[in-house]
């Protein structure tokens, strides 16, 4: 790993261009193994935040400072998740955090706001439908406004990430599509079976459905009114259903009357893939174009499955959603276990699925994380050198933990290597 931080740290290689230098460092990197994963996919502690620089916290309440500037233009950003990891859980360890990827020099924060039907801020929305204004174990915080304040006062933005988006429970949790089927049963999304659309172990809404679209309109909308966040991010569940889905009695019907047949027992047929599938992408049009009544300057990003299996198995069109302009940036999940693997997903996003215009909207998302896996730093350096080495500007990492892995392994090599120097977002 030496001769790759070496690499990415020799001015004169700099100098060179990142193409010259992402050359030398694939080559140095030889045939290393990429191990990205194969996929489709308590307020009251005292921990005192990591200082800055200048030896004190900053204040919150202050303007977001800027960086020490070399005129690199990037996305450097990472997943914040609320499963295998107690950031979220107290202010002081979202400070120590957002202190921690500043010092690293990343630049935007991709934080959770939804998942398993509950949501990671007060949600007027919420309250008044189910209940529940805010996941039970955030009770009396709120962990997104605390993330905005300590990641703005450090120059990070902030991006509010619906994770769970159409998908309303896990069955791991119980079964029968939680609270929000419980209340709203024609919300289901249901198999050709009849049966709540399972799939993986998520249970499913009615993505379809007018009803559950508004409901989840209201919670973006509800975010991008009452929040100082930067954008707001779908991603694999959002806009998406499996294609096993959509045989409610409903959208048969709509089917019937649109296409003059009811739809066939082959729930990958390719025309009635399509359908749904344009449904979904109407969806994420009026999405984007009412976040963008709220406030012109908030990013719509997505993080879907990799085109063209986020097609067929999820309905997710995402070829269509840049061609039509409907994303602001995008970052499909390049998730794979061999770096040739993770070099043939990029050139097909270059080459087949990404004009020259629409590139600069790219910024795949790398796994660094899931589980006890970590990927190991060579096989990370080499993925980004591959990125700049094909004009793509930037990566998304999942998840945060992996920099904190091994002794912050990984979040060392990058600041050494292809992060050394402070980047600002190219579309700002």
């Not at 003059?260 to 992408?281: H, I």
């Amino acid at each position: 790993m030496a001769a790759v931080i070496s690499a990415f740290s020799d001015p004169a290689a700099r100098r060179g261009g990142w193409g010259a230098l992402a050359c030398a460092v694939v080559m140095c990197l030889g045939l290393a193994g990429c191990a990205l994963l194969e996929a489709p996919a308590g307020g009251g502690e005292t921990l005192p935040p990591r200082t800055n620089p200048g030896g004190r916290a900053p204040d919150p309440s202050a303007p977001a400072p800027e960086p020490e500037w070399t005129g690199l233009r990037e996305v450097r950003g990472v997943w914040l998740t609320n499963v295998d990891s107690t950031v979220l859980d107290s202010r002081a360890r979202i400070a120590e955090a957002m202190q921690f990827l500043a010092d690293h020099h990343f630049n935007i924060v991709y934080v959770v706001v939804w998942n398993k039907a509950l949501t990671l801020y007060p949600s007027e929305v919420m309250a008044k439908r189910f209940g529940i204004p805010i996941d039970p174990r955030h009770a009396g915080r709120d962990p997104l406004q605390e993330v905005i304040e300590e990641a703005h006062a450090r120059g990070i933005e902030v991006v509010a990430w619906f994770e769970y988006g159409f998908s309303c429970w896990h069955e791991s949790l119980g079964p029968g599509g939680g609270h929000i089927v419980a209340k709203y049963p024609h919300w289901a999304a249901r198999d050709r079976d009849g049966k709540l659309a399972t799939k993986n172990g998520f249970e499913w809404l009615d993505a379809l459905h007018p009803e559950v679209q508004d409901f989840m309109l209201s919670l973006v909308l509800e975010v991008a009114r009452k929040y100082k966040v930067d954008g707001v991010q779908g991603d694999d569940r959002l806009p998406a259903m499996p294609s096993l889905a959509g045989y409610d009695e409903r959208t048969q019907d709509l089917y019937l009357r649109e296409t003059g047949t009811l739809p066939p027992a082959d729930y990958k047929n390719l025309e009635w893939v399509q359908w749904r599938a344009d449904k979904l992408t109407e969806f994420l049009a009026r999405l984007h174009r009412e976040v963008k009544a709220v406030n012109p300057r908030l990013t719509v990003s997505m993080s879907p499955s990799y085109y063209d299996w986020s097609l067929t198995e999820y309905l997710q069109d995402s070829k269509t959603w840049t061609d039509r302009g409907l994303v602001d940036t995008i970052h499909p999940q390049a998730y794979r276990r061999t770096f040739e693997a993770y070099k043939s997903i990029v050139d097909d996003l270059v080459n087949n699925q990404f004009t020259a215009a629409q590139l600069p909207l790219l910024s795949p998302g790398v796994l660094a994380k899931s589980g006890p896996y970590v990927v190991d730093a060579d096989t990370l350096l080499k993925c980004i050198a591959y990125n700049r080495k094909n004009g793509i500007a930037g990566e998304v990492l999942f998840f945060y933990e992996a920099l904190r892995a091994d002794g912050d392994v990984l979040a060392r090599a990058l600041k050494e290597g292809p992060y050394r120097e402070p980047a600002r977002l190219p579309y700002r």
